[in-house]
């Protein structure tokens, strides 16, 4: 490719890693991300230069920002990504005055503030006949009291998951004991969560939901990129093996082998198609036991922050961006990643150790044998003579043996 690329990523946390490694393979590009503050996750790496920006998260501040870079980088496909959805968001709503510097991969606000609600969400997969977990919704304002979270009023059994129904809105308000989903025991307990959240000043629904039996292991992840013609073009299946368990990381993915489901797929091509979707899109779906169903939690507006599962996979992120946006060159016919890997974000003995799966267990390991399996972190050409990098990421790993340690005590 003679054409330059220049990716500009907006976060610093592993999701930037990724993304910026994914173009880093493909393109041998410097990536550029801007954040409030750099996390250990890009630390001396010299696949990104990281620009530190006090109130990022603000429009101005934001907006400022980008139009000075673009005018100090004329030449060039500059390429927006955001790593959050807070800057996804922020992207989003600016667009009409970033799309004259820069490649936007994102749908119009409209559509991303309605789907940024789960609730929303919910109402589509009723119209296409994709399952989810029972639940229950608590609107704001709502009177908040422990009869209405009985487990004959609620319709399914305790105990119970509670989460926020809009994400962004949520982590801008936080408060002591703020966990990312919370798991209440009884009635009282959701009526303290519930009450709680909403007076931290979030002002959008809560969800309540049944708990789907099982551990970390009957998780998935489906990353999916539609094109500017509002066509899904790739989809990438992953089998979750264990997850992280901190209050404000659990959820985040720390170990996944991709499969091959097309049947599964096919549903939520529908649902994105359905929509006029544009850009990366990320599921968290489930598998319950109980009925031999696949049932969706979410969709993230973005590239998930384990992304680079897909990348392992073969299915680089960032050459569907190029291809799409400034090549015009993606192939007309959708893909489905059938390549078998397996990527984690932490140290594989931890997998060995928590997850509670023999049959993933005996898969990944067969794939390290094979020599397919992946690690965002340790790429061999950012820590090539970089001994800071080095310590870094070696410290970064290290530390999850005390997380996992703290809070997998009785994890099962």
Wanted: proline fraction near 4%; aromatic fraction near 14%; glycine fraction near 4%.
């Amino acid at each position: 490719m003679t054409h330059s690329i220049i990716p500009v990523l907006i976060g610093a946390d592993l999701n930037c890693y990724n993304v910026a490694r994914a173009f880093h393979e493909a393109y041998g590009v410097t990536s550029e991300a801007f954040g409030r503050y750099p996390t250990s996750a890009i630390l001396s790496s010299r696949i990104i230069r990281f620009h530190t920006v006090a109130d990022l998260d603000t429009d101005a501040v934001f907006l400022k920002q980008m139009s000075d870079f673009a005018h100090e980088h004329p030449n060039g496909s500059r390429i927006l990504i955001g790593c959050t959805d807070d800057y996804v968001n922020l992207i989003a709503r600016n667009a009409s005055v970033l799309s004259k510097d820069f490649i936007l991969p994102y749908n119009p606000i409209e559509l991303m503030d309605a789907f940024i609600s789960k609730e929303r969400f919910y109402e589509y997969c009723d119209r296409l006949g994709i399952l989810y977990p029972k639940t229950v919704i608590v609107k704001y304002g709502e009177t908040v009291n422990t009869t209405a979270f009985t487990e004959d009023s609620l319709g399914f059994s305790y105990p119970i998951i509670v989460k926020p129904s809009n994400s962004v809105c949520y982590w801008k308000h936080p408060f002591d004991g703020m966990n990312k989903v919370y798991v209440s025991d009884s009635p009282e307990m959701t009526q303290r969560i519930v009450t709680e959240i909403f007076a931290s000043g979030y002002d959008d629904s809560i969800i309540l939901q049944d708990m789907i039996p099982g551990n970390d292991s009957e998780m998935y992840v489906l990353t999916a990129y539609c094109d500017k013609q509002k066509k899904v073009k790739m989809m990438c299946l992953g089998h979750v093996l264990l997850e992280e368990h901190t209050p404000k990381g659990r959820g985040n993915h720390a170990a996944i082998i991709t499969e091959y489901k097309p049947e599964l797929c096919e549903k939520f091509r529908a649902f994105l198609e359905e929509i006029g979707y544009v850009g990366y899109a990320n599921f968290d779906i489930k598998y319950d036991r109980r009925d031999g169903t696949f049932r969706a939690f979410e969709i993230n507006l973005r590239q998930g922050r384990s992304n680079y599962y897909v990348t392992a996979s073969g299915e680089n992120i960032a050459s569907y961006i190029v291809s799409d946006y400034v090549e015009n060159s993606l192939p007309t016919e959708m893909k489905i990643a059938q390549a078998e890997t397996l990527w984690c974000s932490i140290p594989r003995s931890i997998v060995w150790k928590y997850t509670h799966n023999d049959d993933c267990i005996c898969r990944a390991k067969a794939l390290v044998r094979k020599k397919r399996a992946y690690s965002s972190l340790w790429y061999s050409r950012d820590l090539r003579l970089n001994p800071k990098r080095l310590f870094y990421v070696a410290a970064a790993q290290f530390r999850h043996f005390e997380k996992y340690r703290t809070y997998c005590k009785d994890y099962k």
